[in-house]
C-alpha cells in the first residue's frame, strides 16, 4: 500500500506536492481568467498549462510569506484580447494588476473591489467600457491607478477621495463626463492626476491646491470653464501643466516662473486666456515646452526667453501679441530649438537677419499673418532642418535668396501674398522632398524655373497671381504627384499648353486661367482622369473641344470662356454627370446647345458672347434652331429632306463610330462597362478628419489588423460609422494594392460588394506617405466571426445588437445567395472579369441587415482583387497603377477654398503635434508607472 502510493506520488509533477498542501483559489482564478482570453497571438496563455506550478507561469509572481499565493499579475503588451473574468477578484493576495496595452474589452469587474491588498492596477491602453467599478474605493492600498485609454463612461466616483495612498490618477482619454470631484484634494499622495481627454465639465476644484505633492496635472481636452484657481500656480513641484482646449478663463499670474521653478511642459492653447505672458517664465530653466495658441494673450513676447535653453517648442499662434521680431535674437541661444510658431499676432517690423543664427534644430517656422516686413534674411539657408515655413500674408519685400535651396529637409514651403519679386531661384530644384509650394500673389516674374522639376514629391503648386512670363516647362507639368492643385493663373504665360499635361494623371484642380496661352487643348488631357476643376479661361487657346475631355467622369467645372474656341458644343459634356458648372462664354461656338445633363441648369451654363449657338433651354434665351417659317412651302420640305437624311447618315456614322469605339474600349478598358464610376468618383478624405474619426487611429478602435494594413472603425462628421483601411506602406506591394483596390473595388458597384466610400492619400505631419480606404462600417463583423463565434463572443454581439446567437438556416442560405451574386457579378458582369482570389468566410461582412457584402477586410491581402490578369488587358491603366503616385491629399483638401488652406494646415499641424505630445507622455505614464 505504502509502495502503491509512493509509486502514484512520484508519477506526479513535482508542483502537485506543493499545491496539494495550498489554496487552490488562485490558480482556478487564473485558469479562468485564462479561459475569457480569446486573443492571444503570441500563446503566452497557452503555456499557463497543467505541466507547471501556477507560480511559474509566464506573468504570475507568488509570495514567499503565503505559497500559492498570487501578488502579482503582469501581462504588459502581450496582444491579449477578451474580457477580463471577474475571478481575478479572487487573487487575494494580489498587489500588482497590470494588463495595460492588450484589447481587453467588456466592463471591469466589480469584484475588482475585493482586492484590498491591490497597490497598482494599471489597465491602460485597453477597450474597456461601460462604468467604473463602484466600490475601488475599497482598495484603500491602491497607489496607482491607471486606466488610461478606454472607453469608460459615467463619471469620476466621488468616493475616490477615500484612496488616501494614490500617487497616479490616470483616466485619460476616455469617454467620462461630469465634474472633477471636489474630494480629489483629499488625495494628498497624489503626483499624477491625469484626466484630459474626457468630457469633463465643471470647473477645475479649488481643493487640489491642496495637493502639494503635484508634478504632473492633465485636465485638457475636457469642457472646463471657469479660471484655474490661483493656489494651484503655488504647488512648487508641477513639471507638466496642461489645460489645452478647454473653456478656461482668467490671466496667467505674473510670477509663474518663480512658485513653478520645475515647469517643463506649459499647456494653456485653445482655451480663453487673457492678459500678458508673464517674463518670468524664463526663470523656470527646465521649461521645454510653451504652448499658449489660439487665446487672448495680449502684450509683447517676452524678450528674455532665450535664457531657456532647453526650449524646444514655443506656440503662441492665434493670439493678440504686439510686438516686433526682435524676440528671435535672443532665442538664437536655444539650442534644442524645434518649432516657432507666432503667426494670427501682429508683429511688425523687419524679419531680422539673426534668423539664421537660430539652431539648426528647428524644423518648424509659422510666422504667416503677423504683419512682418523686410526681406527674407539669406541666413535662413542655416537652418538645414526646416521642414515647414510658412511666411505667407505678411508684408515681406525683395527676393527669396538663393540659399533656400539648402534647406534639403522642407517639406512646405508658404509664401504667398506679401511682395517680394524677382525670379524664384533655381536652387528650389534642390528642395526634393518639396510636398507643397505656394508662393501666390506675390511680385514674382521671369520663367517659372525648369528645375522646379526636380521636386518629385510635389503635391501642391501654386504660382496663382504673379508676373511669371515665358512657356510652362514641360519638367514642372511632368511632375504625376501634384495632386491636389496646379496653378499658374494670373500670369504672363505664353505659348501653348505642352501635351505632358497627361502627366497629371493624380490631379485635382488645373488653373491656367488669364495667361496668354494659346493652341489647341491637348489630347493627353484625356489622362488626368481624376481632375474635377478645370480653367483655361482668358487666354488664346484655339481650335474645337476635344473629345478628349469626354473621358474626364469627374469634371465638375470647366471654365474655356474667353478664348478662341469654335465648333459645335460637344455632345459629351451633357454626359458629365457630375459637371456643375460650365463657361462656354466669349468663344465662337456655334450650333445647338444641348438640353441635357448640365444645361438643363440655366444657372450652371454659361454661353453668352458666341454669336451663333442656338436652342438650349428656354431660360438661356437663345434664338431656336427651327428653320424660319416665312420660306417657301417646297423649300422648307427640301430642307426637311435634306436635314433627315443628314441627321440620319450622321446618325448611322455615329453609330458606326460609337461601335467602333465601344469595342475598343471593351477590349482596353480596365473598368467594367457596365457602370459609370470611375476612381475618381470616389471622393477623398483629409488626413485630419481620419485622424479624428478614428481617435487619433487609437488602438481602442483597431478593428483588425493585417500584412497590408490596418483597420480601424470611426465616425466621420456626416455621421455614422466607417471602416478605415490605413494601409502599411512600409509592406512591400502595400502601395500598389491601394491603387489596385481604388481602381478595382472603386470602379465597380453591386449591392453586394463591399463599397469605397472615401480614399485618403496624404502625407502625415512627419513626411510620411499615408494612404488610406474608407468604408461602409459592417456592423455585424464579419461572417467567419459568426460561424466560429465562441460562446462569450456570441452573447456579447446578442446583447449589443440585439439579433440571435446563431446563424439560421434561411440566413445562412441569404447570405450564400448574397456572395453569389456578387461573385457572378465579378465574374460575368465586369469587364474584364474579376478574380477575387482570396474568398473566404472572414472577407464576408455583414451590413446591420445581416445582408452578405463580399470584400476584403484587413486580415486578407488587398491586390489579390484585381489579380494580374485583369491588370495585364490592359497594360496602359497598369502601368499607371503601378507607378503607385496615385497623389496625395493633404489635410485641409476638401474643406474649403484655397484661402483657409494655410491655417489648416497648421492647426492640424499643432492638433497633431500636440495630441502626439499628450499622447506620448501618457504612454509613458502608462509604462513607467
Ligand atoms: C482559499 O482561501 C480563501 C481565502 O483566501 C478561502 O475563502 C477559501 O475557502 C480557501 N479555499 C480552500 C480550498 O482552502
Ligand atoms: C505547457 O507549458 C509548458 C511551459 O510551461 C510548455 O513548454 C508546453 O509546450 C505547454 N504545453 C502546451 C500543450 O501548450
Ligand atoms: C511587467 O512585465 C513587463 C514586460 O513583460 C516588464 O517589462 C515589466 O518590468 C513588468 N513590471 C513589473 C512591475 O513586474
Ligand atoms: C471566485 O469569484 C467568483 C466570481 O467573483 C465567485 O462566484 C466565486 O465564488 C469565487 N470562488 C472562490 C473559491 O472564492
Ligand atoms: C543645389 O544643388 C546643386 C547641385 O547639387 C549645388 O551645386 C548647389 O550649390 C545647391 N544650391 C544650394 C543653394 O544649396
Ligand atoms: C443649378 O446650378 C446652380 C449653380 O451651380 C446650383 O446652385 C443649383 O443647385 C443647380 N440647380 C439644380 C436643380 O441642379
Redesign the pocket.
Do not use: A, E, Q
Given at each position: 500500500m505504502a509502495i502503491m502510493f509512493l509509486f502514484f506520488y512520484a508519477q506526479l509533477p513535482l508542483w502537485t506536492s506543493q499545491a496539494m498542501q495550498t489554496n487552490q483559489t488562485d490558480r482556478l482564478a487564473l485558469i479562468y481568467f485564462r479561459d475569457r482570453v480569446d486573443e492571444d497571438p503570441f500563446g503566452v496563455l497557452n503555456l499557463w498549462n497543467d505541466s507547471s506550478h501556477h507560480c511559474k507561469w509566464q506573468g504570475v509572481a507568488c509570495s514567499r510569506r503565503h505559497p500559492g499565493r498570487v501578488v502579482?499579475l503582469?501581462l504588459?503588451?502581450k496582444g491579449l484580447g477578451g474580457l477580463l473574468s471577474p475571478h481575478v477578484g479572487n487573487l487575494s493576495f494580489l498587489i500588482?494588476l497590470?494588463l495595460q496595452n492588450n484589447s481587453f474589452r467588456g466592463e471591469i469587474p466589480q469584484s475588482i473591489s475585493h482586492l484590498f491588498r491591490l497597490r497598482s492596477l494599471v489597465l491602460s491602453n485597453n477597450s474597456f467600457g461601460g462604468e467604473m467599478p463602484t466600490n475601488l474605493s475599497q482598495c484603500s492600498n491602491l497607489e496607482i491607478l491607471n486606466l488610461i485609454d478606454n472607453q469608460l463612461v459615467g463619471k469620476i466616483p466621488d468616493d475616490f477621495g477615500s484612496l488616501s495612498k494614490l500617487r497616479l490618477l490616470g483616466l485619460t482619454e476616455n469617454s467620462l463626463a461630469g465634474s472633477i470631484p471636489r474630494s480629489i484634494g483629499n488625495l494628498s499622495q497624489l503626483y499624477t492626476l491625469s484626466v484630459g481627454l474626457n468630457g469633463l465639465q465643471g470647473e477645475i476644484p479649488e481643493t487640489l491646491s491642496k495637493l502639494r505633492g503635484l508634478g504632473f496635472v492633465q485636465v485638457g481636452f475636457n469642457q472646463l470653464t471657469g479660471e484655474i484657481p490661483p493656489a494651484l500656480f503655488n504647488i512648487s513641484g508641477i513639471s507638466y501643466f496642461f489645460t489645452s482646449g478647454n473653456q478656461l478663463r482668467g490671466s496667467i499670474p505674473p510670477y509663474i516662473g518663480d512658485t513653478l521653478p520645475f515647469l517643463t511642459s506649459l499647456d494653456f492653447s485653445s482655451n480663453l486666456f487673457t492678459g500678458v505672458i508673464p517674463p518670468s517664465l524664463s526663470n523656470a530653466s527646465n521649461l521645454q515646452h510653451i504652448i499658449f495658441h489660439n487665446n487672448s494673450f495680449h502684450g509683447p513676447i517676452p524678450a528674455n526667453l532665450g535664457r531657456l535653453k532647453a526650449l524646444e517648442v514655443m506656440y503662441f499662434s492665434y493670439n493678440q501679441l504686439r510686438d516686433d521680431y526682435s524676440f528671435i535674437t535672443s532665442l538664437t541661444n536655444c539650442s534644442r530649438l524645434e518649432t516657432i510658431g507666432v503667426n494670427h499676432n501682429f508683429l511688425e517690423g523687419p524679419l531680422p537677419d539673426s534668423l539664421g543664427n537660430l539652431s539648426n534644430s528647428v524644423r518648424v517656422i509659422d510666422m504667416s499673418n503677423t504683419h512682418v516686413g523686410g526681406t527674407i534674411p539669406p541666413g535662413i539657408g542655416n537652418l538645414f532642418s526646416l521642414s515647414f515655413l510658412d511666411l505667407s500674408n505678411n508684408s515681406l519685400v525683395g527676393r527669396v535668396p538663393p540659399s533656400i535651396g539648402a534647406l534639403h529637409n522642407l517639406h512646405e514651403l508658404y509664401l504667398s501674398r506679401n511682395m517680394l519679386m524677382g525670379e524664384i531661384p533655381s536652387s528650389i530644384g534642390n528642395l526634393t522632398l518639396l510636398n507643397r509650394l505656394h508662393v501666390s500673389f506675390n511680385d514674382f516674374y521671369g520663367e517659372i524655373p525648369q528645375s522646379l522639376g526636380n521636386c518629385r514629391q510635389l503635391i501642391e503648386l501654386d504660382l496663382r497671381n504673379n508676373n511669371f512670363s515665358g512657356s510652362i516647362p514641360k519638367e514642372v507639368l511632368s511632375l504625376s504627384t501634384i495632386s491636389i492643385i496646379f496653378s499658374l493663373a494670373h500670369n504672363k504665360l505664353s505659348g501653348s499648353l505642352p501635351s505632358q499635361v497627361g502627366s497629371l494623371a493624380n490631379l485635382i484642380e488645373l488653373d491656367l486661367s488669364y495667361n496668354k496661352l494659346m493652341g489647341p487643348i491637348p489630347n493627353s488631357i484625356s489622362n488626368c482622369l481624376l481632375l474635377e476643376r478645370l480653367s483655361l479661361a482668358v487666354n488664346s487657346f484655339q481650335g474645337e473641344i476635344p473629345p478628349a475631355l469626354g473621358t474626364l467622369r469627374g469634371l465638375q467645372e470647366l471654365d474655356v470662356s474667353h478664348n478662341d474656341f469654335f465648333g459645335k458644343i460637344p455632345s459629351f459634356l451633357d454626359q458629365l454627370t457630375d459637371l456643375k458648372y460650365l463657361n462656354l462664354s466669349l468663344n465662337k461656338f456655334e450650333g445647338e446647345v444641348p438640353k441635357q445633363g448640365v444645361f438643363l441648369n440655366a444657372t450652371a451654363v454659361f454661353v453668352f458672347g458666341n454669336g451663333n449657338l442656338c436652342g438650349g433651354i428656354a431660360k438661356l434665351n437663345l434664338p431656336s434652331c427651327k428653320s424660319n417659317t416665312s420660306q417657301p412651302f417646297w423649300i422648307k420640305k427640301a430642307r426637311v429632306i435634306a436635314t433627315v437624311t443628314a441627321i440620319l447618315s450622321y446618325f448611322i456614322l455615329c453609330l458606326c463610330l460609337f461601335i467602333i469605339w465601344y469595342r475598343r474600349k471593351m477590349s482596353k478598358n480596365n473598368i467594367p462597362s457596365s457602370e459609370l464610376p470611375f476612381e475618381h468618383q470616389l471622393s477623398w478624405i483629409s488626413y485630419e478628419e481620419l485622424f479624428r474619426a478614428t481617435n487619433g487611429f487609437s488602438e481602442n478602435n483597431m478593428i483588425g489588423k493585417g500584412r497590408y494594413g490596418t483597420v480601424y472603425k470611426g465616425t466621420t462628421q456626416v455621421g455614422g460609422w466607417v471602416a478605415v483601411k490605413v494601409l502599411n506602406l512600409s509592406h512591400r506591394g502595400a502601395s500598389k494594392s491601394f491603387v489596385s483596390e481604388c481602381r478595382t473595388i472603386g470602379a465597380i458597384r453591386h449591392r453586394n460588394l463591399m463599397k469605397i466610400l472615401n480614399v485618403c492619400s496624404s502625407v502625415d505631419y512627419h513626411g510620411n506617405d499615408f494612404k488610406a480606404l474608407l468604408y461602409e462600417y459592417m456592423a455585424n463583423g464579419s461572417l467567419e466571426n459568426w460561424i466560429h463565434q465562441r460562446n462569450e463572443e456570441n452573447v456579447e454581439h446578442g446583447h449589443e445588437h440585439g439579433k440571435p446567437k446563431h446563424l439560421g438556416l434561411m440566413q445562412r442560405l441569404d447570405i450564400a445567395i448574397d456572395i453569389a451574386s456578387a461573385i457572378a457579378y465579378l465574374h460575368e458582369d465586369c469587364s474584364p472579369k474579376i478574380v477575387h482570389g482570396d474568398l473566404k468566410p472572414s472577407n464576408v461582412l455583414l451590413d446591420n441587415e445581416m445582408k452578405g457584402r463580399v470584400g476584403d477586410f484587413g486580415l486578407a491581402k488587398i491586390n489579390s482583387i484585381a489579380t494580374t490578369k485583369a491588370m495585364d488587358i490592359d497594360n496602359h491603366s497598369s502601368s499607371m497603377a503601378m507607378r503607385g503616385s496615385v497623389g496625395y491629399v493633404p489635410p485641409e483638401y476638401g474643406m474649403g477654398n484655397m484661402a483657409s488652406t494655410q491655417g489648416d494646415v497648421y492647426s492640424y499641424g499643432i492638433l497633431y503635434w500636440k495630441y502626439s505630445l499628450v499622447r506620448d507622455l501618457q504612454k509613458r505614464l502608462s509604462r513607467t508607472i
Open positions: 502579482s503582469n504588459t503588451s500588482i497590470r
